[in-house]
């Protein structure tokens, strides 16, 4: 685990699922803003348990959030939404657009997709956000590539992943800190 701009980042190479690494972590008392990223998930999921393909080189990662006042998950899935786009507009100079409730698309096709899920132990005891980013991926199979993007496809640019997963994480820090005040 390494500690980071006031969060700690753990690292897998595979996860069947980022959001569950970070859910269980946080039910065995990791504290706020421990980051869970994979390389690769082969369980990763969206909203009614949609599956979300998430091959190597994309940015796949969960966030455990201080227990805020927000009764609604949906306004942290939109901030979380903002920050990925505002991210990639100021590495890439290109203009993704939100598609509400939980998705931030480039060019038309899906390039993010976000889900925010409590963890509830006797009570919420917080919130984990999960994002995955195409970054690096350079060809979708089995159809996807006429609904979803990457960076990497749009801009013939290779992200680092590390860096953006910072920034992104900064930026959720800072959104967040402004509306808990």
Not at 2 to 17: C, P, Y
Not at 53 to 78: C, H, M, R
Not at 118 to 134: D, F, M
Request: charged share 20%; aromatic share 6%.
């Amino acid at each position: 685990m390494n500690a980071r701009n006031n969060f700690n980042i753990v690292e897998l190479e595979e996860a069947g699922s980022t959001n569950a690494e970070a859910k269980r972590l946080a039910g065995d008392g990791a504290g706020a803003w421990t980051a869970v990223t994979a390389k690769k998930q082969t369980g990763g999921y969206g909203r009614k348990g949609d599956s979300w393909a998430s091959p190597e080189g994309g940015l796949y990662f969960s966030v455990i959030l201080p227990k805020n006042n927000l009764a609604d998950l949906q306004i942290l899935t939109i901030l979380a939404a903002f920050c990925v786009a505002n991210a990639v507009k100021e590495n890439f100079f290109v203009e993704p657009m939100i598609k509400l409730p939980n998705d931030v698309y480039l060019n038309g096709k899906k390039l993010a997709g976000i889900l925010t899920e409590n963890v509830v132990c006797g009570g919420v005891k917080s919130s984990v956000i999960g994002i995955g980013v195409n970054t690096n991926i350079e060809n979708f199979g089995g159809g996807l590539e006429k609904i979803a993007t990457s960076v990497k496809i749009e801009t013939n640019g290779e992200v680092d992943n590390r860096a953006l997963l910072e920034q992104i994480i900064n930026q959720l820090h800072n959104i967040f800190r402004e509306i808990s005040q």
